[in-house]
């Protein structure tokens, strides 16, 4: 084919991905805007190792690519963190889940020549960045001279592509709903699994509305802007709040989930101290929250407790409980501390249930509704200097 013939068949769009569904591969902390040190540091390694003045970490949802990280980019990129996805060098890569390279894009006909003719861009290359769910989008680096790349440099991109994918998947772990053999929160999680699927497409969603939004934004000029986009700006930014909370309570909801499972289910004759502290801190949250919720004092090291994981959370969380209880029915909102201390000889744990505004009253009905419900005799209780109650567990048997 000649060069007139091959210049014929260059377009300035194209997708070679097609219309597959993509929202349920990302979630909100794969198309978050918000910068993310470990990511940044990634792409700029890659653009010292590509000796590229360009790198980016994209996504590729259904009609973007998004900039999930990145260095080196035109203000115009910078300013909306997207393009259209049927303009993007790295439809190529995921759509064959595999490098693509070009040395010279003005003429090759695989690329969309938009970015070419509109900032330069030359030569790429890209590596795909996966999940268990399918290939989300790229590591690349681009320059705006035609220029090759070594099998060194392709090495190292890939090893750092798998760097990315790691970190993202830190970012998207925290949101993974834990699974389970127990019967009754099996069924609840199996409930939840498509509440998560739908709040991830709404942000999947709202994610390239904004994209939208910035791009509107930033080719508008001041003199031409309506009174009705200021209006669409302040209920789309409505939206996302509202998004943003049930987000939030789903989330509390899960970990309240994991928490109530421990709680009542797990078995084993010894449990992790640092395992109790953050469901103590989960399960009682309800009714501290009203004093601004428990301060955990989580000790610089763990420690294992000799007695199973639901008696401790339980004696704990009933002796928090009943604390806050009795002040918010006495209407005195205090704020309450949870402490943690091991003794010198390493034989207890004592944890330290203090809040301000404690009487002595208050400390005999708290220590008189423990011993009716502590389930073994290896716990030791009493009060601490008028203004809380303590309780001792052994670290090992007795």
Known sequence: MSTNDEQDTLQDRMDVIGDSPRAHLFSAE??????????????????????????????????????????????????????????????????????????????????????????????????PIRSQQGTLGTLCVIDVTPRGFTDTQRAELAALGRLVERRLEQLRSSRRIRSSTEPTFAELRNLLTPMMMSIDTLEVSLAEVQAFQRYTNASQRPHTRSPMMDSGDAVLAD????????????????????????????????????RVLSNVQTLTHHLTKVSGGLTVERPASDTTIAAPLTEVISTICVAVNLGAKRMLDTSRLVHATLSVDVDQDASR?????????????????????????????????????GRGI?????????
């Open 390 to 398: 303590s309780l001792s567990i052994p670290t090992t048997s007795e």
């Open 30 to 127: 794969l198309l978050s805007t918000q910068p993310d040190h470990e990511l940044q540091s990634l792409v700029e390694a890659a653009a010292r190792v590509a000796d590229t003045p360009i790198a980016i970490v994209t996504m590729l949802t259904d009609h973007l690519q998004i900039f999930r990280a990145h260095t080196g980019l035109a203000d115009e990129e910078k300013a909306t963190l997207a393009t259209d996805r049927d303009i993007s060098f790295c439809q190529q890569v995921v759509a064959w889940d595999a490098p693509f390279e070009t040395n010279d894009a003005s003429a090759d006909r695989r690329v969309p020549q938009t970015l070419v003719k509109a900032l330069g861009l030359t030569s790429y290359y890209g590596v």
């Open 239 to 274: 939206l996302v709040d509202e998004v943003r909370a049930i987000t939030e309570h789903f989330d509390a909801l899960v970990v309240n989930i994991d928490a109530l499972q421990d709680a009542t289910c797990e078995t084993g004759s010894d449990c992790s101290l640092w």
């Open 349 to 385: 744990v004592r944890f330290d249930i203090r809040a301000e505004g404690y009487t002595p009253d208050d400390l005999d009905e708290i220590e008189r509704h423990i011993l009716e419900v502590i389930p073994s005799k290896s716990w030791q209780i009493s009060t601490r200097e």
